[in-house]
């Protein structure tokens, strides 16, 4: 069985992480972030928020299980001007000290990370000011590409928590619902555009993205066929453009915002 580190250096996430860019930038938009605060970013990735997070002026860490994609990050930011630090780090057990961090951030990152409560701990215990998430919703595009790959894969072993299960409200409040911790919690919808068709990014799934990749090794040829139809279907009936209009999706996510009450806001 491969490594959270393993996993997700399958494939080239480059075009994933473009796909969703702008989800980094309104997470980080939401966000109380001034010049010169200290921020981490958790579940990095590429860096979609960390980088922009940067381009703010805060001293911006971003960390991330997997340094195949920080590496990329790095040269992102590089081609700005941008001087981040970027640390292989797990979310549910992090090298950092206890209230470290103004903001942390967690773009579709930490929601990954096996051991919920852990994070939550994790998130919660590095942060003096706002944690601030963006979490795909099980109702929305996201969840449908998650059913859509958890009909193909084997059942996933008992007590396993579901990443989405984070874009729930009720299931976040029970995580960092506590005592001097202001959470606030909205559903909102981020449009992610690719200039191509439906069956190109049906390509850039399947030659790219780690559960695809994951998904379709542990096929047989014919189930590997059934996937992809199934996939291609999404791509396709996802689709929100009418006829002439770049094809675009409408991608729902929970925003999050846990700050403690002696947080640099209160």
């Given at each position: 069985?491969?490594?959270a580190?393993?996993?997700?250096?399958?494939?080239d996430?480059?075009?994933?992480?473009e796909?969703?860019?702008?989800?980094?930038r309104?997470?980080?938009?939401?966000?109380p972030?001034?010049?010169?605060q200290r921020?981490?970013?958790?579940?990095?990735?590429?860096?979609n928020?960390?980088?922009?997070?940067?381009?703010?002026?805060?001293?911006v860490?971003a960390?991330?299980?997997?340094?195949?994609l920080?590496a990329i990050?790095?040269?992102l930011?590089?081609?700005?001007?941008?001087?981040?630090?970027?640390?292989?780090?797990?979310?549910?057990?992090?090298p950092?000290?206890?209230?470290?961090f103004?903001?942390v951030l967690?773009?579709v990152?930490?929601?990954?990370?096996?051991?919920?409560?852990?994070t939550?701990?994790e998130?919660?215990?590095?942060?003096?000011?706002t944690v601030?998430?963006?979490?795909?919703?099980?109702?929305?595009?996201?969840g449908?590409?998650f059913d859509?790959?958890?009909r193909?894969?084997?059942?996933?072993?008992?007590?396993?928590?579901?990443p989405t299960?984070?874009?729930?409200?009720?299931h976040?409040?029970l995580?960092?619902?506590?005592?001097?911790?202001?959470?606030e919690?909205?559903?909102?919808?981020v449009r992610?555009?690719f200039?191509?068709?439906?069956?190109?990014?049906f390509?850039?799934?399947r030659?790219?993205?780690?559960?695809?990749l994951?998904?379709?090794?542990?096929?047989d040829?014919e189930?590997?066929?059934?996937?992809d139809?199934?996939?291609l279907?999404?791509?396709?009936t996802e689709?929100?453009?009418?006829?002439g209009?770049?094809v675009?999706?409408?991608?729902?996510?929970?925003?999050?915002?846990?700050?403690?009450?002696?947080?640099?806001?209160?």
């Open positions: 069985m491969r490594s580190r393993e996993f997700w250096a399958m494939g996430y480059t075009p994933i992480g796909l969703i860019s702008e989800l980094g309104d997470l980080v938009a939401a966000c972030i001034t010049p010169g921020v981490l970013d958790v579940g990095a990735g590429t860096g928020a960390a980088i922009v997070a940067a381009e703010r002026g805060a001293e860490v960390a991330d299980v997997t340094p195949e920080l990050g790095q040269r930011a590089a081609k700005k001007g941008l001087e981040l630090e970027w640390r292989e780090a797990d979310a549910q057990r992090m950092f000290a206890d209230g470290e103004d903001v967690s773009c990152g930490a929601m990954f990370a096996p051991d919920h409560e852990a939550a701990d998130l919660l215990r590095v942060c003096r000011g601030a998430m963006a979490n795909w919703t099980p109702g929305g595009s996201a449908a590409f859509m790959l958890g193909h894969s084997p059942a996933p072993p008992p007590g396993a928590s579901r299960a984070w874009g729930e409200p009720e976040v409040r995580l960092l619902g506590r005592p001097g911790v202001r959470l919690t909205a559903v909102r919808n992610l555009t200039d191509g068709t439906p069956r190109e990014l390509e850039v799934y030659d790219n993205f780690a559960p695809v994951a998904v379709r090794e542990g096929l040829a189930g590997a066929v059934a996937f139809r199934d996939l279907a999404f791509t396709t689709n929100r453009a009418a006829p209009e770049p675009h999706y409408e991608y729902e996510y929970l925003l999050v915002l846990a700050t403690k009450a002696d947080g640099p806001d209160d």
